[in-house]
């Protein structure tokens, strides 16, 4: 038991009192050497012997040096593999031998009495004997010799009678006569001497019997008081087992309650920690355990902290515990304080009798008890503030957005976070798990990537020493993920390594759009300047007629009013994600700004058809003009642009659900099913060769949704790859605005 509680909490006094037991039950087994006698005591001093040297020589140092070591494991597997058997064994022998002696000793006593008895029968049938041949050889001698004869017979009846007889010796006469009064008197004497040695002895027989009497008494005694022990120990034992096969408070406190109360006797009880007021009860129902939470710490607990022992309340019984008894009956409670490793009360018990009042060797047995439950207790306490904080770092991996891989020096996994699970698509129940292996999951986890042997390397090196580098690499299903390790310590020395996997498929996605943005604004800016400087290069160097400087000139000012137009979507972007862009909202007619985007235009795109439909007869809305103006001319001008060959452009005016939609309609390229999550994205553009040849930084829908999104609207997108596109406007008409204002 010390040793065990030495395991549970690293009490040095209990390791030190656990190996002093080794010289102890040393002394106590050469003891019992020098007293054995039998074969059956021989062979349990040579198990003993055995036990001792295989128990402190083998299992205690060897169980110990791996629990200092920090291999728990190892410590439970030494139970498993036959030590707590050995010792349930040794027990077992004592306990067997404990029981032979007991038997023995009764049988001992058995024989002695029945050896009284037969001499005291014995003793009985000598003196009948005796009388009858006294009486025989009188009678013969009065028939022969008369009075002589008469008078050594009266002489016999008064021996009988137990009076001392007068008896006459006639040492004169030389008959038989003589010879026999001679005899009978010497035959008297011996008679006397006999009987006196007999009364002697059967006073000594009475006494040794008195004493053997007493000696029996006092054995059942010691047996009976030996059998209370036993049983009170296989009680305590049970307990003890309850408590330490789990470490769920709720299961401990009811098997410690029910157990409590079989070992005391008690009727019911309840045991209540005041830390959090969990309790379990025994013959209570609910509403009296309430009660007794509520109105523990009103007296009674302060009672228990001055005394600092338990103590007992005797009260008439209450109607409910009577049953069916009329009579006045009482109940005896008993309250318990158990202390934790601070000496503090950290749980109060209460239990109760109907009969007999609790004793002082029941308050005793319970002290001796209460240890054992503040250890549990406190057992319990230390697992739950492990699992707590077990379950908070477990929540606290699982919430990072990175994947987790905590691996040792031999690769094996000994953490994985869900992050991580769902980065490389597995189930960690499955492949990677406490425990894995690095053959088992190496393959597993490059399987995934592209570059299978690059990531190989990379981890076998990070497992090996500090890399200073992460790796970036690719996986087979297109995301990107990057990668670095850190090593971890206990103390100085390197105890695993930490593998992080972060997703930059969007940060990768973002550089990679950024780079292509540069390069399409490079050319989108350098297509108007080049134009700009080349015809104003031509006007200040040549002469020039006057239609020719006008048309040069209107050149320079479309292409100056395109520059313009980049310009003002990269500030209007800039504006927007910094949060400063300013929108009026006033009620505006739709109609007229469409009407005056597609006559703006239509002018510098004569292979196309675009016709407006009004299917609707209120146009109103709430926004800005020159936003709203932004707005139609990007989607208009994507119609345009994304139809290259011409074709009809529609714009549809219509109320659907109480909403005002535009929807512009082309019978252009269209948009492929994997680009429409991707199209309101900064800086995207649709990859592919027919796209290409088509200019534009990508900022045109990004601007389109954010406006949209200012004044409660929104974009839809519909489109058939290859047949056209249906990009629609959604607003809120404005008398549905006013109705939920009004609400």
């Known amino acids: 038991m010390d040793a065990r509680g030495y395991f549970a909490f690293h009490n040095s006094e209990m390791r030190s009192s656990a190996l002093k037991m080794d010289a102890e039950t040393n002394e106590l087994i050469g003891r019992f050497k020098t007293i054995a006698t039998t074969d059956e005591e021989l062979l349990l001093a040579e198990e003993l012997t055995s036990f001792h040297s295989y128990y402190f020589k083998e299992i205690l140092p060897q169980a110990l040096l791996y629990f200092e070591e920090g291999e728990t494991e190892k410590v439970i597997k030494i139970s498993d593999n036959g030590g707590a058997d050995r010792i349930s064994y040794i027990k077992g022998s004592i306990s067997s031998y404990i029981e032979l002696m007991s038997n023995e000793l009764n049988s001992k006593i058995a024989e002695l009495n029945k050896n009284i008895t037969l001499l005291q029968v014995s003793f009985l049938v000598y003196i009948i004997l005796i009388m009858t041949a006294i009486y025989l050889i009188g009678r013969a001698s009065i028939k022969k010799i008369g009075k002589p004869l008469a008078d050594l017979s009266h002489a016999a009846n008064e021996i009988a009678k137990g009076i001392d007889a007068q008896i006459k010796v006639d040492s004169k006469r030389a008959d038989e006569l003589g010879t026999l009064s001679v005899a009978f008197y010497q035959m008297y004497q011996s008679v006397q001497d006999k009987e006196q040695d007999l009364m002697a002895q059967n006073e000594e027989l009475l006494a040794q019997q008195d004493e053997l009497h007493a000696q029996q008494t006092e054995l059942e005694e010691v047996l009976n008081t030996v059998q209370e022990n036993?049983?009170?120990?296989?009680?305590?034992?049970?307990?003890?087992?309850?408590?330490?096969?789990?470490?769920?408070?709720?299961?401990?406190?009811?098997?410690?309650?029910?157990?409590?109360?079989?070992?005391?006797?008690?009727?019911?009880?309840?045991?209540?920690?005041?830390?959090?007021?969990?309790?379990?009860?025994?013959?209570?129902?609910?509403?009296?355990?309430?009660?007794?939470?509520?109105?523990?710490?009103?007296?009674?607990?302060?009672?228990?902290?001055?005394?600092?022992?338990?103590?007992?309340?005797?009260?008439?019984?209450?109607?409910?515990?009577?049953?069916?008894?009329?009579?006045?009956?009482?109940?005896?409670?008993?309250?318990?304080?158990?202390?934790?490793?601070?000496?503090?009360?950290?749980?109060?018990?209460?239990?109760?009798?109907?009969?007999?009042?609790?004793?002082?060797?029941?308050?005793?047995?319970?002290?001796?008890?209460?240890?054992?439950?503040?250890?549990?207790?406190?057992?319990?306490?230390?697992?739950?503030?492990?699992?707590?904080?077990?379950?908070?770092?477990?929540?606290?991996?699982?919430?990072?957005?990175?994947?987790?891989?905590?691996?040792?020096?031999?690769?094996?996994?000994?953490?994985?976070?869900?992050?991580?699970?769902?980065?490389?698509?597995?189930?960690?129940?499955?492949?990677?798990?406490?425990?894995?292996?690095?053959?088992?999951?190496?393959?597993?986890?490059?399987?995934?990537?592209?570059?299978?042997?690059?990531?190989?390397?990379?981890?076998?090196?990070?497992?090996?020493?500090?890399?200073?580098?992460?790796?970036?690499?690719?996986?087979?299903?297109?995301?990107?993920?990057?990668?670095?390790?850190?090593?971890?310590?206990?103390?100085?020395?390197?105890?695993?390594?930490?593998?992080?996997?972060?997703?930059?498929?969007?940060?990768?996605?973002?550089?990679?759009?950024?780079?292509?943005?540069?390069?399409?604004?490079?050319?989108?800016?350098?297509?108007?300047?080049?134009?700009?400087?080349?015809?104003?290069?031509?006007?200040?160097?040549?002469e020039l007629k006057v239609e020719k400087q006008k048309k040069y000139l209107q050149t320079i000012y479309g292409e100056a009013k395109r520059l313009t137009s980049l310009i003002n979507d990269f500030l209007d972007i800039q504006r927007m994600e910094a949060g400063k862009q300013t929108y009026e909202k006033k009620n505006i007619d739709l109609l007229p700004i469409l009407e005056r985007v597609k006559d703006n235009l239509s002018i510098n795109t004569p292979s196309h058809i675009i016709q407006i439909n009004q299917l609707v007869e209120e146009t109103m809305v709430i926004g800005d003009k020159a936003k709203m103006e932004q707005v139609m001319a990007n989607l208009l001008s994507n119609a345009i642009k994304y139809s290259p060959n011409g074709g009809k452009i529609e714009i549809n005016i219509y109320k659907e659900l109480d909403q005002l939609r535009v929807a512009f309609k082309d019978e252009g390229l269209g948009i492929p099913e994997t680009a429409m999550d991707k199209l309101f994205t900064k800086f995207y553009r649709v990859d592919n060769t027919d796209r290409r040849k088509i200019g534009g930084t990508g900022l045109g829908l990004s601007i389109v949704q954010e406006i949209m999104n200012a004044y409660d609207g929104k974009v839809m997108v519909e489109s058939e790859y290859g047949k056209g596109s249906t990009l629609t406007l959604v607003f809120p008409l404005i008398h549905a605005i006013q109705v939920v204002r009004k609400l």
């Open 230 to 542: 036993k049983e009170s120990l296989r009680r305590r034992n049970e307990l003890i087992n309850s408590i330490s096969n789990s470490l769920y408070k709720n299961e401990v406190l009811e098997s410690m309650i029910i157990h409590l109360a079989a070992i005391l006797k008690a009727d019911r009880g309840i045991i209540l920690l005041l830390k959090d007021r969990a309790y379990a009860s025994y013959g209570i129902v609910d509403e009296g355990a309430e009660q007794f939470k509520n109105h523990v710490f009103k007296g009674m607990l302060d009672r228990l902290k001055k005394e600092k022992d338990p103590f007992i309340i005797t009260r008439e019984m209450v109607l409910s515990e009577k049953g069916y008894h009329l009579e006045k009956g009482y109940t005896h409670d008993l309250y318990i304080p158990v202390y934790n490793s601070d000496d503090e009360i950290t749980a109060v018990m209460m239990l109760s009798r109907f009969s007999d009042p609790f004793s002082v060797f029941d308050k005793e047995e319970f002290i001796a008890l209460a240890k054992q439950i503040s250890i549990s207790l406190d057992k319990i306490e230390l697992f739950e503030q492990t699992e707590n904080d077990r379950v908070l770092n477990h929540d606290i991996l699982n919430t990072l957005q990175e994947g987790i891989q905590v691996v040792c020096g031999i690769g094996e996994i000994i953490l994985v976070n869900d992050k991580f699970e769902e980065i490389v698509g597995e189930s960690k129940e499955t492949i990677f798990y406490s425990g894995c292996g690095w053959d088992e999951w190496k393959h597993q986890l490059t399987a995934h990537f592209k570059d299978e042997e690059g990531l190989l390397q990379y981890i076998e090196a990070s497992i090996q020493e500090k890399q200073n580098k992460s790796y970036s690499a690719f996986m087979k299903d297109g995301r990107v993920i990057n990668i670095y390790a850190e090593e971890l310590y206990r103390g100085d020395v390197k105890f695993g390594t930490i593998l992080v996997y972060r997703d930059i498929t969007k940060e990768y996605e973002v550089d990679r759009m950024k780079s292509e943005f540069v390069s399409t604004v490079s050319h989108e800016l350098r297509t108007p300047l080049a134009s700009i400087l080349g015809f104003t290069e031509l006007m200040i160097n040549r």
